[in-house]
């Protein structure tokens, strides 16, 4: 019978596991632990412990599902990391996360956690709906499930500010330093948008409290970048032969991975430049570069992908028309651009298409197409955006948009129903319900409150640039559209 990884887990010679003690203190509490925090924060950990030790284990929390505590819990917190490329795969066991609460069980226990005096760093993926944004104003959605609940009731949280706010309530009111808020989700300006949505909930509780967040806790602001797909069936079976062991937490991802951080810590942090982190003044053109480049060609490809009948990125780039289109975008993105220090434009763009292409990674593109609403604004209209007020094309741009109004329709080309899994889906829904006039759907959906940038939507010619592009998806089909899109990008 095969056993299962644990601490105690005699390891092949070809796994490297973790090579430091792990009976350290807990100096990260990190929010919503899924695949992406696994393969990327926590592998920088890993890197850091071994490397020169420190209080820097991880205590995880999920803010939602059990699943991925029921997962760790019994493996000691040990998980298996697959890095898929294109010469074959590598496993590798990593240590740096200590356990994983599950707040819905004990949220207790994690205030316990984000309170200690040993926790000097409380970071986040917990994916751009998590934070309860309100796109209009910028601020708290007072609608968000979470953070209504917590506003009426701050000391007993159930969403990440809650939390955040609450556990600081409580450090304050017993004499112990704040810590640093990482956040580390695909959001503009992530650490200003964080520390501004956690100051406007502590206001509404204590303005004193507010004040003490606004002199003592930092926020700084990070880009993430390294493609993690979901994990399968074959991922255990990898895991199986290439450990010995079972592995029921285990996740894949490809060999790239970029993590670039503002140096502004209230009170220290691991040495993550042993993984490759580097730390700079403004993060802001990294992340512009990314959202716009990477993530902006991400949601083209995976609208056009997924309608067009391609499951995964990987089979998009063999199309050879959907690959001059992403290498279309992401020119364009960049031209969207001021200079990146470090950085040569054209390089990124050829190294992106190369990941894109990895024959070993399964990116779905359905789930990159998720959460379309939280993620087209930073990632296809500030871009359109900037392309607008410079003069530039914005071709790119409407059939990236329409690609999405015809991927929210929420039907496949043969007639198969699918769910969009977005915060606005039932919104979109009563939009475009039976709808099928390209120019109806466009001036709904270009109305939808909050999303669409008043000058771009009222730009000249840029609806009539969108309803038709959206007309030759329906009216023949997603594989046309692409086909005449490319066949005039190659003009």
């Known amino acids: 019978m095969t056993s299962r990884l644990n601490a105690g887990s005699q390891l092949p010679d070809t796994v490297q596991g973790p090579r430091y003690d792990r009976n350290r203190p807990s100096g990260i509490v990190h929010l919503g632990v899924g695949a992406f925090h696994k393969a990327h924060q926590a592998v920088y950990t890993d890197d850091a412990l071994a490397q020169s030790g420190g209080g820097w284990m991880i205590q995880g929390v999920s803010l939602r599902s059990a699943d991925v505590a029921d997962g760790l819990n019994p493996q000691d917190g040990l998980y298996t990391l697959l890095t898929r490329g294109p010469d074959g795969v590598a496993a590798r066991v990593v ?38 944004l309100d796109p209009k104003s910028g601020g708290l959605d007072r609608g968000h499930a979470a953070v209504a609940a917590d ?3 701050p000391r007993a949280p159930q969403g990440a500010v809650g939390y955040i706010v609450e556990a600081l309530r409580r450090r304050r009111e017993a004499g112990l330093p704040s810590f640093t808020v990482l956040c580390c989700d695909n959001l503009p300006s992530n650490g200003r948008v964080l520390r501004r949505l956690v100051i406007e909930f502590a206001e509404a509780a204590d303005s004193g409290l507010a004040a003490f967040i606004r002199e003592n806790v930092a926020f700084p602001s990070t880009m993430v970048d390294r493609i993690t797909p979901a994990s399968t069936d074959k991922t255990a079976a990898d895991v199986l032969a290439l450990t010995g062991v079972e592995d029921r937490a285990a996740v894949e991802t490809e060999p790239f991975t970029q993590w670039i951080i503002e140096d502004e810590f209230t009170a220290g942090r691991p040495e993550w430049e042993a993984g490759g982190a580097v730390f700079v003044k403004d993060v802001a053109p990294y992340e512009k570069m990314k959202l716009r480049m990477l993530n902006g060609a991400h949601s083209m490809l995976a609208y056009a992908g997924y309608v067009a009948g391609h499951a995964y990125v990987r089979d998009v780039m063999k199309d050879a028309d959907l690959a001059a289109l992403v290498k279309r975008h992401q020119t364009e993105a960049a031209r969207t651009l001021d200079p990146v220090p470090g950085i040569d434009l054209d390089s990124y763009g050829n190294e992106l298409r190369a990941r894109f292409k990895n024959p070993a990674i399964a990116h779905m593109t359905y789930q990159i197409a998720m959460d379309g609403t939280q993620k087209l604004p930073q990632r296809i209209l500030e871009p359109a955006l900037v392309a607008l007020r410079r003069g530039l094309p914005l071709d790119a741009y409407a059939f990236a948009v329409a690609a999405w109004m015809r991927y929210v329709l929420g039907m496949s080309e043969t007639g198969e129903t699918y769910t969009l899994r977005d915060p606005r889906e039932a919104e979109i829904a009563a939009l475009v319900e039976g709808q099928r006039d390209a120019g109806s759907i466009v001036d709904r959906l270009l109305a939808l409150p909050g999303l669409f940038p008043v000058d771009l939507a009222a730009a000249p010619g840029w609806d009539t640039a969108v309803k038709r592009r959206l007309e030759t998806m329906l009216a023949k089909s997603m594989r046309s559209a692409i086909a005449e899109e490319a066949e005039r990008c190659r003009a």
Not at 105 to 129: G, H, M, N, Q, W
């Open 95 to 132: 240590g740096s996360i200590r356990e994983v609460l599950v707040a819905p069980r004990a949220p207790l226990a994690v205030l316990d956690a984000l309170a200690a005096p040993e926790t000097r760093i409380v970071s986040l993926t917990i994916t751009e709906k998590g934070y309860g």
């Open 151 to 153: 506003l009426a009731n």
